[in-house]
């Protein structure tokens, strides 16, 4: 109800002003020690049975924040307080870049959506790592679990994509518990060519190939689209397989525009860009299946989609996710949104303890 009221105050201003002007709001009070253990006290939930193992980490709950909401690793501290079981920072890019012109963030309340054309805007690898290293630094108990998403600059060229992804991957690996390579979004041009098999078993190899060498290890995901082929996913499939990926993201936002409340006229006026949320929640939780099935469950999958509830979140884990990534959801449900799901998961016992 609370959360309510604030939202429409909210939703009078701009998506990103709403975004910043929340999450700093929230910075100030996490500064404060007292207040930070309030807010920590009222939004997380402590169960050890939603507690899961996977890729050789521990995530104390199943609930994560898809990566676009902290693009540069400054909320962190406020996103542990809100009971985030992980976080995707990012999507990191060699360079930093503005991304594409404002406005680029759209709502869509009719539809519980929102649409988005960013354009992978962040401040670059350099300045992220150092972001993280000193949040390392300064909360070496921590239990949140960071993934680090990472992707190519727009002006790179498809063909030298591979290196600004090993860039990424070599400057965060010290700083990062895992890492989903992000070759989905519709926002950057011809990144999603970069799916095709041969462009992504590229990309992906020559990660495995680094990785290995390294003393310490960092599982390595790929996040895709929800707008595969069947033949495109079983791709995927045999690929992640034969070079024994650690495990998928499904889904990152669609291009389809099919289904929707919101005027067609409105939609037009918006333009080009990525839907998220509840139109997305059928269609994803279908290739989440659809992956289950195909891998046998012998690669995890995180499922994100029109994550809003607890029934949601259930259905994502039924279907045959590992875990789960909230984002559009978050932003329409408010900060209640993981204590939530969880105490739904508790409640109902669907989250397997692994």
């Excluded at 050890?48 to 924040?65: C, D, H, I, M, Y």
Aim: aromatic fraction near 8%; charged fraction near 25%.
């Amino acid at each position: 109800m609370l959360y309510g009221l604030l939202r429409r105050l909210l939703f009078t201003l701009s998506p990103e002003k709403a975004h910043h002007v929340t999450m700093n709001l929230i910075q100030e009070s996490c500064n404060i020690g007292f207040l930070r253990q309030q807010l920590a006290n009222r939004f997380q939930f402590q169960d050890a049975s939603l507690e899961k193992n996977l890729f050789g980490l521990r995530f104390s709950n199943p609930v994560g924040l898809g990566a676009g909401f902290d693009k540069n690793a400054k909320y962190l501290t406020e996103l542990e307080t809100l009971g985030f079981g992980f976080v995707e920072i990012g999507t990191v890019t060699p360079k930093g870049q503005a991304g594409n012109d404002k406005p680029r963030l759209f709502r869509l309340p009719e539809d519980n959506a929102l649409i988005n054309r960013m354009g992978f805007n962040n401040d670059g690898v350099d300045i992220v790592r150092e972001r993280l290293a000193k949040w390392r630094k300064e909360n070496p108990n921590s239990k949140l679990l960071i993934g680090g998403n990472i992707g190519k600059n727009k002006v790179t060229p498809n063909e030298d994509a591979w290196k600004d992804y090993e860039i990424c991957f070599d400057a965060l690996h010290p700083y990062v518990d895992f890492f989903v390579v992000n070759v989905s979004s519709p926002n950057t041009p011809g990144l999603r060519e970069l799916q095709e098999k041969d462009a992504l078993q590229r990309i992906l190899m020559n990660l495995q190939a680094r990785n290995a060498k390294l003393e310490h290890k960092r599982p390595i995901l790929l996040k895709i689209a929800p707008d595969l082929t069947t033949e495109q996913l079983d791709d995927v499939v045999a690929l992640a397989t034969e070079i024994k990926l650690d495990g998928l993201v499904a889904t990152n936002t669609t291009i389809s525009r099919e289904g929707l409340k919101t005027p067609s006229a409105n939609i037009q006026a918006i333009g080009a860009g990525g839907l998220s949320g509840k139109p997305v929640q059928q269609h994803s939780t279908q290739v989440v299946q659809y992956l289950r099935q195909q891998t046998g469950g012998t690669i995890p999958i995180i499922g994100s989609g029109g994550i809003f509830t607890g029934e949601d979140a259930a259905q994502k884990l039924t279907a045959g996710a590992d875990l789960i990534e909230v984002w559009t959801g978050f932003i329409y449900e408010g900060p209640y949104i993981v204590k939530n799901i969880c105490e739904y998961l508790s409640r109902t016992k669907t989250n397997r303890n692994k």
